[in-house]
């Protein structure tokens, strides 16, 4: 197996991701990289402290390093990793620590393409959902009665508008928009 083709294979997985990587995408990059070689000895370097990224199965990783078993070598195949993510191949020795260990990389067929998010999709509301309910809460606070002397509204004012943003919006956030909108929390609103 020679350098040439491994650094081939960094270059043309490389393509399938935007401009700037996420750690995550990295991890992606070096495990389809170690798998397309792993007949070569190719896997991927556990590292459980510092600058890492976890594979679906949730091992964590070097998110920039290749692990080479037969010669219990670690090959640098990013630059700025996790930014421009430039396809490079660096030798950086043998692990400097014990607890970084070689991984096989695993079959990136059983977890979807390096494009598509790994890990289970984002829980709560979409994003249509919460614009439309900050319409209806701007609608409400808009048409609450206001106070001409302190601008601030009223105790039944600020009673439907909690009861309007218990229907979704996190507690935290409606303390907040309370707070602003009756003028306990920085400025009055209006």
């Known amino acids: 197996m020679s350098v040439d083709s491994l650094i081939?294979?960094?270059r043309i997985v490389r393509t399938k991701f935007g401009p700037l990587m996420t750690d995550d995408e990295c991890g992606l990059l070096c495990n389809e990289v170690a798998w397309r070689h792993r007949e070569a000895g190719w896997g991927l370097s556990r590292k459980p402290n510092g600058k890492n990224t976890r594979l679906p199965n949730g091992?964590?990783?070097?998110?920039d390093i290749l692990h080479h078993r037969p010669t219990n070598s670690l090959f640098d195949i990013l630059g700025a990793a996790g930014a421009d993510s430039l396809p490079q191949w660096s030798d950086?020795?043998?692990p400097q620590s014990p607890d970084r260990t070689?991984?096989?990389p695993l079959d990136p067929a059983s977890f979807g393409s390096p494009t598509q998010p790994v890990g289970p999709p984002p829980s709560g509301p979409t994003l249509a959902q919460l614009a439309e309910k900050l319409d209806a809460l701007t609608a409400l606070v808009e048409g609450l009665p206001l106070l001409a002397h302190n601008s601030?509204?009223?105790a039944e004012g600020?009673?439907?508008m909690e009861a309007a943003l218990v229907t979704g919006v996190p507690l935290r956030l409606r303390a907040k928009l309370i707070g602003e909108v009756t003028g306990t929390v920085?400025?009055?609103t209006r």
């Open 92 to 94: 950086v020795g043998p």
């Open 8 to 10: 081939q294979t960094v």
């Open 102 to 104: 070689w991984l096989p």
């Open 59 to 63: 091992e964590p990783i070097a998110h």
């Open 186 to 188: 920085g400025g009055p």
């Open 152 to 154: 601030r509204i009223t």
């Open 158 to 160: 600020v009673q439907r």
